[in-house]
């Protein structure tokens, strides 16, 4: 089983990206489960989210304490949050940053296996208009772990946001696939 925790703020869609992830995993005919958890609901607040992908039924009910995967929306969490709190020794780290490696790794209390970075704002307000990085971090996703594959996760997020909408998303979470920087640590 592969367990993914979003860290996101209020209003960033850090839920609804675990959500399409989710559904872009269940398209490949993975099982899967999705869910948020909340602290002070209000916009700007810290926002937790859970994705689960596995390939047979899943049964835990429970949050993600020892994440495979974590992914970071707002990179302004990674001075006040301790994202990578129970990662795996093998985890993967994905944040939405235009700073360096190094200062990033700087932030972090633990070192990932792998770390993924992409500037999922600045494509988010080229594409979208708006500071919305759900979709765009999605493309990281893709192109970090190989959970799921790129047109899986357009096509999903086409289903969520229709028309004119779900295109410009999809094309967000394109561009962030073909601009993120991997580094094996």
């Known amino acids: 089983m592969i367990e993914i925790r979003f860290h996101g703020r209020g209003g960033q869609g850090a839920v609804t990206a675990a959500n399409i992830l989710a559904a872009a995993a269940f ?33 835990i009910k429970t949050q993600i304490y020892e994440p495979d995967i974590v992914v970071v929306l707002d990179p302004s969490l990674l001075d006040t949050v301790d994202v990578t709190a129970g990662l795996k020794d093998d985890g993967i780290v994905i944040i939405n940053t235009e700073k360096s ?62 028309g004119a909408l779900g295109e410009k998303n999809a094309k967000a979470a394109e561009e962030a696939f073909n601009k993120t920087v991997i580094y094996e640590l």
Not at 34 to 54: M, S
């Open 101 to 162: 490696k190094e200062e990033v790794l700087g932030k972090l209390k633990k070192k990932p296996a792998k770390l993924a970075l992409v500037d999922a704002t600045t494509i988010a307000l080229d594409v979208l208009g708006l500071p919305i990085t759900n979709t765009a971090i999605l493309g990281a996703v893709a192109k970090a772990t190989g959970i799921v594959e790129l047109d899986y996760v357009k096509e999903a997020i086409k289903e969520t946001f229709s």
């Open 27 to 59: 398209k490949a005919g993975k099982y899967v489960q999705a869910f948020p958890f909340f602290g002070v609901e209000r916009r700007g607040a810290p926002v937790t989210a859970f994705t689960r992908i596995d390939d047979k039924p899943i049964r």
